[in-house]
């Protein structure tokens, strides 16, 4: 089973892309996680997470540096050849679905559009 659920805060304002080939809106992110267990030396996680069409579209649209967030999805893997010729790997959280959590520069009508928004979300999608 491969599930992630995070709540952290977003650490800048968001752009929204479009795919090379498919012109696929998305949106790449790093979400700032506070490890609570660890109370002497409290640590914090910078998770990188990508969203897909609508869902990108509302992040983008309500989202700001500082907004907190609930993201649930899947970790996904994958490797490129970056400029120097070197093999690079990562690791992302794929969003499935978020919550809004406390203020952010959203209105009430991000309620209806996030109900409306039932987007399949799979691991194929391009990111670069």
Do not use: C, W
């Not at 500082?66 to 970056?82: F, Q, R």
């Not at 952010?104 to 999608?125: W, Y």
Request: charged fraction near 30%; avoid cysteine; aromatic fraction near 10%.
């Amino acid at each position: 089973m491969n599930q992630v659920h995070l709540l952290g805060n977003l650490t800048k304002d968001l752009e929204l892309k479009e795919g090379k080939e498919t012109q696929t809106p998305y949106v790449q992110f790093t979400l700032a996680v506070d490890d609570k267990k660890a109370k002497k030396d409290q640590k914090t996680y910078f998770i990188d997470v990508v969203a897909f069409r609508q869902k990108a579209k509302l992040l983008v649209k309500y989202g700001v540096k500082g907004t907190s967030l609930i993201v649930h999805g899947k970790l996904m893997s994958y490797s490129y050849t970056n400029k120097e010729d070197d093999r690079v790997y990562a690791t992302k959280v794929l969003l499935e679905d978020f919550e809004f959590i406390g203020n952010t520069k959203r209105d009430e009508s991000l309620i209806a559009e996030i109900a409306a928004t039932t987007e399949n979300v799979n691991s194929t999608n391009e990111v670069y």
